[in-house]
């Protein structure tokens, strides 16, 4: 127990670290991405080239990702903020953004799984 | 004072989390989201007992902390599922970039017939790509960045409620086109939600999170301007 919460500590120091190099590095560099998908690839590219292991992020990566969920709340809480246009226009932007989620998942989706038919797998 | 809050507001947040999340493991209904009842059981409390966004934006800060660490996290099933996207690396990409680009063109094309200003339909464009990039292009593009935000976590509750049940409707089973699909189109909320349906889908989540990311931030300056007014 005592072992398992050393680890997340420990392994969710590695992950920050990695999250801020990808803030430091897209910043410098003037790339068009957050820095938490560029810590993201760069920690891809850190396992494949063998630097971690999986071993060195799965107890608090596993926990992070398993709880993923979890951090879209407060956030989402945010949508207080727009009381009066959600009263005002809030039946039509919600339409709008059903129809457009629902066409963005549909072409993707067959897509994907179009392509895909070809490759036995 | 400010502590008392501080602390309510966490603990309030938590508890809807855990209770939430308890009933979607029990009953697995889209509608039973645990980000969208616990967001709305938490706004219900803070307008019953007067409080504001002000109150509650120390406690935010605190339990968002660790999305950044949580973000990297997700490059230990991309690692897991190398050989998939390997494999299947032509289906990924033109998969996410269609699905961006359609997800683009049904926003703008619903936006201008229901006779949305200018301003609004451009903070619309980006909607579907994760909130730091999202508020860049609406900046960048001339947009409203605060709606934009607000734009982009509401596609991302609607997208994990409505896109399992979508995609199951016209017989996407598969876990690759599952997770991408809800990655392109409610990036990281679309890709929680595939990650409780496995861990195959969660890492095509994250895939199609950052690829539509890469590719709206890349093709807004061009794309946008055809599709408006």
Same mark, same amino acid.
């Given at each position: 127990?005592?072992?398992?919460?050393?680890?997340?500590?420990?392994?969710?120091?590695?992950?920050?670290?990695?999250?801020?190099?990808?803030?430091?590095?897209?910043?410098?560099?003037?790339?068009?991405?957050?820095?938490?998908?560029?810590?993201?690839?760069?920690?891809?590219?850190?396992?494949?080239?063998?630097?971690?292991?999986?071993?060195?992020?799965?107890?608090?990566?596993? &926990?992070?990702?398993?709880?993923?969920?979890?951090?879209?709340?407060?956030?989402?809480?945010?949508?207080?903020?727009?009381?009066?246009?959600?009263?005002?226009?809030?039946?039509?932007?919600?339409?709008?953004?059903?129809? #457009?989620?629902?066409?963005?998942?549909?072409?993707?989706?067959?897509?994907?799984?179009?392509?895909?038919?070809?490759?036995?797998? | 004072?400010?502590?008392?809050?501080? #602390?309510?507001?966490?603990?309030?947040?938590?508890?809807?989390?855990?209770?939430?999340?308890?009933? &979607?493991?029990?009953?697995?209904?889209?509608?039973?989201?645990?980000?969208?009842?616990?967001?709305? $059981?938490?706004?219900?409390?803070?307008?019953?007992?007067?409080? %504001?966004?002000?109150?509650?934006?120390?406690?935010? !800060?605190? $339990? %968002?902390?660790?999305?950044?660490?949580?973000?990297?996290?997700?490059?230990?099933?991309?690692?897991?599922?190398?050989?998939?996207?390997?494999?299947?690396?032509?289906?990924?990409?033109?998969?996410?970039?269609?699905?961006?680009?359609?997800?683009? #063109?049904?926003?703008?094309?619903?936006?201008?017939?229901?006779?949305?200003?200018?301003?609004?339909?451009?903070?619309?464009?980006?909607?579907?790509?994760?909130?730091?990039?999202?508020? !860049?292009?609406?900046?960048?593009?001339?947009?409203?960045?605060?709606?934009?935000?607000?734009?982009?976590?509401?596609?991302? $509750?609607?997208?994990?409620?409505?896109?399992?049940?979508?995609?199951?409707?016209?017989?996407?089973?598969?876990?690759?086109?599952?997770?991408?699909?809800?990655?392109?189109?409610?990036?990281?909320?679309?890709?929680?939600?595939?990650?409780?349906?496995?861990?195959?889908?969660?890492? =095509?989540?994250?895939?199609? =999170?950052?690829?539509?990311?890469?590719?709206?931030?890349?093709?807004?300056?061009?794309?946008?301007?055809?599709?408006?007014?």
């Amino acid at each position: 127990m005592l072992k398992t919460l050393f680890a997340i500590v420990w392994q969710s120091a590695l992950l920050w670290l990695v999250f801020r190099l990808g803030t430091f590095l897209v910043q410098a560099l003037h790339v068009a991405l957050p820095g938490n998908v560029a810590g993201m690839l760069l920690m891809f590219l850190l396992l494949l080239t063998g630097i971690v292991k999986p071993a060195h992020i799965e107890v608090a990566g596993g &926990f992070l990702l398993k709880h993923f969920a979890f951090f879209f709340i407060p956030i989402s809480v945010g949508l207080m903020a727009f009381g009066p246009l959600v009263r005002q226009s809030g039946a039509a932007l919600l339409t709008i953004l059903v129809v #457009a989620a629902a066409v963005g998942v549909l072409v993707t989706g067959l897509a994907v799984q179009a392509l895909n038919g070809r490759s036995p797998r | 004072m400010k502590l008392v809050v501080f #602390a309510a507001c966490l603990v309030l947040t938590l508890g809807c989390y855990l209770a939430t999340r308890a009933l &979607f493991l029990r009953f697995r209904q889209p509608l039973l989201n645990p980000v969208f009842l616990s967001t709305l $059981m938490i706004i219900a409390v803070l307008q019953a007992t007067g409080g %504001t966004l002000a109150d509650y934006q120390p406690a935010k !800060e605190t $339990m %968002t902390f660790l999305l950044g660490p949580a973000t990297v996290a997700l490059a230990l099933p991309l690692y897991n599922n190398r050989r998939v996207l390997k494999n299947q690396a032509l289906p990924v990409l033109a998969g996410v970039l269609c699905g961006s680009l359609a997800t683009i #063109a049904a926003v703008l094309w619903a936006g201008r017939l229901a006779g949305f200003a200018r301003s609004i339909l451009i903070s619309l464009g980006p909607k579907s790509v994760t909130v730091p990039i999202a508020v !860049e292009i609406s900046r960048l593009s001339g947009g409203e960045p605060a709606l934009t935000a607000a734009f982009v976590v509401a596609t991302g $509750m609607i997208g994990s409620i409505l896109g399992p049940v979508l995609l199951t409707a016209v017989r996407v089973k598969d876990p690759v086109a599952r997770g991408l699909a809800l990655g392109t189109v409610s990036h990281g909320q679309g890709t929680a939600v595939a990650l409780i349906e496995g861990e195959t889908a969660g890492a =095509m989540g994250g895939v199609a =999170m950052a690829l539509a990311a890469v590719f709206t931030a890349l093709i807004a300056p061009y794309y946008l301007p055809l599709l408006l007014p």
